[in-house]
């Protein structure tokens, strides 16, 4: 579902957050959670983000769930605020760094840094070196799929202080050994892009729709793009299975780079279509339904028309990704109460 605080929670718990209400996070009956975060039993654990962690009680489902993490946000980093969001993502990953080098090199840790610089209102600091707003055609950035030169210039911003961090980071003792992974807790619905398949706008998949990369040039010498089905409940399987740890997975997530797994979907909560509804996407089709199981529509990604229904012509796929989504919406619902630590 769209929404940086069900993200986080997603991120920690392994869970779908399915409240219907605010977010899960904010529901004090549900703040006690599992979380694989916890496998990391030798690492230091660490969450830097440029606003309060109080929003959307972020503070309290990290610190009741992870009772040795160490949690930064604006009142303890010694930068000044920009907007909103707290202190600009350009000082956030400066604050990150000098923490990260503080460590000792013989002690491994993990750590969040929580961006905001393509969230609104499209801050630009005036101290960022080598970068100036430059700006563009209206027509070419709608066709690109930005709404406007603010956006446009916010994600070139963040593009290059990501660039910027890196370019300090990789001299540093901790570079060699950590392993990087950047991914969008969401995206948006603005302006069709043309470069998308006409499904990516018609069903409103680009909400949904987001990059997800893991980095490190030492241990990852070749390079692969592949165009699974994978889901942000599938992050910290991933990063468990990467760096070599044990755990029991109780979550609703899967390590992507276990090669057993096949035939994957991905679940969302479809709130920004007319209908709102819950859905699964496969790797060629979209079904969706309303909550109590009614409405049932099946679209294929890959056609020009993807918002004809074609239930009727797959029944078999329909009667599939019918029942596992019925599967994954009541067994998230039941776990967000029923999974504490």
Same mark, same amino acid.
């Given at each position: 579902m769209v929404g940086t605080a069900r993200s986080v929670f997603g991120l920690v718990t392994g869970l779908h957050d399915v409240a219907s209400v605010e977010t899960a996070s904010s529901n004090p009956r549900i703040v006690d959670q599992y979380s694989l975060i916890n496998a990391l039993a030798e690492y230091e654990k660490h969450y830097f983000l440029g606003g309060s962690a109080s929003w959307r009680n972020i503070r309290g489902l990290l610190n009741n769930n992870i009772p040795d993490i160490q949690i930064r946000d604006q009142d303890d980093l010694d930068y000044p605020r920009l907007d909103v969001w707290g202190i600009s993502d350009h000082d956030l990953f400066k604050a990150a760094h000098e923490k990260f080098q503080s460590i000792d090199p013989d002690q491994p840790f993990f750590a969040v840094i929580q961006t905001a610089s393509n969230h609104k209102p499209y801050s630009i600091p005036g101290e960022v070196a080598n970068f100036e707003i430059r700006p563009e055609v209206e027509d070419v950035l709608n066709s690109a799929g930005f709404k406007s030169q603010g956006q446009y210039n916010a994600m070139r911003l963040l593009d290059h202080v990501v660039g910027e961090y890196f370019s300090y980071a990789e001299k540093a003792d901790y570079f060699e050994n950590t392993i990087f992974l950047f /991914? %969008?807790?969401?995206?948006t619905s603005d302006p069709r892009a043309e470069h998308m398949p006409p499904a990516d706008f018609e069903l409103k998949l680009r909400s949904y729709n987001v990059p997800f990369i893991i980095y490190n040039p030492h241990r990852i010498t070749e390079g692969l793009i592949r165009s699974d089905i994978a889901q942000l409940v599938d992050l910290m399987p991933t990063i468990? %299975? $990467?760096?070599? #740890?044990?755990? =029991?997975? !109780?979550?609703?997530? !899967?390590? $992507? $780079?276990?090669? =057993? /797994?096949?035939?994957?979907?991905?679940?969302? #909560?479809n709130k920004k279509m007319a209908n709102p509804h819950i859905a699964v996407v496969g790797q060629d089709y979209y079904l969706s339904m309303q909550k109590d199981g009614s409405d049932i529509r099946l679209h294929r990604l890959g056609s020009k028309n993807p918002l004809v229904d074609v239930k009727e012509i797959y029944p078999e796929i329909t009667d599939n990704y019918s029942w596992r989504l019925k599967g994954i919406y009541e067994t998230a619902k039941y776990m967000l109460y029923n999974n504490q630590k």
């Open positions: /991914f %969008g807790d969401h995206g468990c %299975g $990467l760096v070599g #740890v044990s755990y =029991e997975n !109780r979550t609703m997530g !899967r390590d $992507l $780079l276990d090669t =057993e /797994f096949n035939e994957a979907v991905a679940f969302i #909560v």
